[in-house]
């Protein structure tokens, strides 16, 4: 037989309650990223039908650095830079792909990655195809940044420290210390890259992010993807125009991957339009955010004032168990397991948009302590 090591991994998954399938969308959504219900919204789908008419193709037919370069791509990066305020931005097809591009490239034989224990495994691979040598810090932890690169400099380190950070942690909730960490990096001539995934579209002034007083800094570098809160596809990576330039020449995933859909960067720039038009729909968020921190607050749900709940539950069975059960009742609620968080720390991670109300908030919360209480 073959494949069958492959078999046995797969056999010792489901042994740990660890193995997964993909499933099909039901019940109330508190599992998406559509954090603004922005991927169904009329404007965006009037956007790509209104480039459709002007003649945009859906296909963009290469690389960017081929024939696949479209004007709508420019157009977006124009308007990110604009919107963000950086100095420039640069499209890229995932947020995946922007993260190994920057990590994978930017930091140079001798410099130093230092990254939260918790930045997203899209950033670890692209931190281990770096030449730079890399070194975890515990979470959320500015001091032990500072110490770690005075002791790399106090050891004979004389590159750059690049410090890798997300500013919303997207299975706990939390926020990062943006603003001791642009001290750190000020005080220690380092670069300071910002994963603003799960911030974008929510918090910021318009939605522009945690780090949006940061941006335009050359030191700094921020990453926005466009498939959360922005309901689209693609990432927009924002830093200096020298940032910009190295990734076009050094990138690998940005270099040889066919560009993203043009029509995907004309929704995109429909729903800046929208973050920059209409500031009612992230108030609205907001106060469902409020609303439900109160809520799953008496639950003994890990409650950050996010749009992030986590409820640890910590065995990865009963986290599946449970899972299933309020999904039963109605709920899209996902079992969150190891490798995605640490071993103990199955749980469920309840998201919140505005496809749900207070209503269903309230019933989410009665059908967890209810399924919880028998489990």
Not at 203 to 208: K, N, T
Request: charged share 20%.
């Amino acid at each position: 037989m073959v494949l069958l090591a492959q078999r046995a991994d797969l056999d010792h998954l489901a042994g740990l309650g660890r193995h997964r399938r993909l499933t099909p969308r039901t019940g109330i959504d508190f599992s998406s990223n559509d954090y603004l219900a922005l991927a169904g919204d009329p404007r965006l789908s009037a956007a790509v039908r209104e480039a459709i008419e002007r003649g945009v193709a859906v296909g963009s037919g290469g690389s960017r650095l081929l024939r696949g370069n479209d004007p709508e791509h420019e157009r977006l990066e124009e308007a990110a830079t604009a919107f963000f305020g950086s100095d420039s931005a640069l499209f890229f097809g995932s947020g995946y792909a922007a993260n190994v591009a920057i990590l994978a490239t930017l930091p140079q034989r001798g410099d130093l990655i230092l990254h939260d224990e918790l930045v997203h495994a899209s950033a670890h691979d692209g931190m281990r195809q770096s030449r730079a040598a890399m070194q975890a810090i515990a979470h959320n932890d500015a001091t032990a940044f500072d110490d770690a690169i005075s002791r790399w400099r106090g050891g004979g380190g004389t590159g750059t420290p690049w410090i890798v950070v997300e500013s919303l942690y997207s299975m706990d909730g939390d926020r990062a210390p943006l603003h001791d960490l642009a001290d750190i990096a000020a005080r220690h001539d380092a670069m300071l890259i910002i994963d603003e995934a799960h911030a974008t579209g929510v918090f910021g002034a318009d939605g522009r992010g945690e780090a949006a007083a940061l941006q335009g800094q050359d030191r700094v570098i921020t990453l926005h993807t466009l498939g959360k809160a922005l309901g689209c596809e693609g990432a927009l990576v924002c830093g200096s125009r020298t940032v910009r330039d190295f990734l076009i020449n050094r990138g690998r995933t940005f270099i040889f991957s066919t560009a993203p859909s043009p029509l995907m960067a004309a929704a995109a720039c429909a729903a800046l339009e929208v973050l920059a038009t209409d500031p009612a729909r992230i108030e609205r968020l907001h106060a469902l955010i409020g609303h439900a921190a109160r809520r799953f607050a008496s639950l003994g749900s890990a409650v950050q004032g996010t749009q992030i709940i986590p409820h640890i539950i910590g065995d990865d069975r009963r986290t599946v168990d449970v899972a299933a059960a309020v999904q039963r009742a109605g709920f899209d609620v996902r079992a969150i397991r190891p490798p995605t968080v640490a071993a103990g720390t199955a749980r469920l991670r309840i998201t919140l948009t505005l496809h749900v109300d207070i209503a269903q908030i309230d019933a989410l919360a009665g059908a967890v302590e209810d399924i919880l209480a028998c489990a």
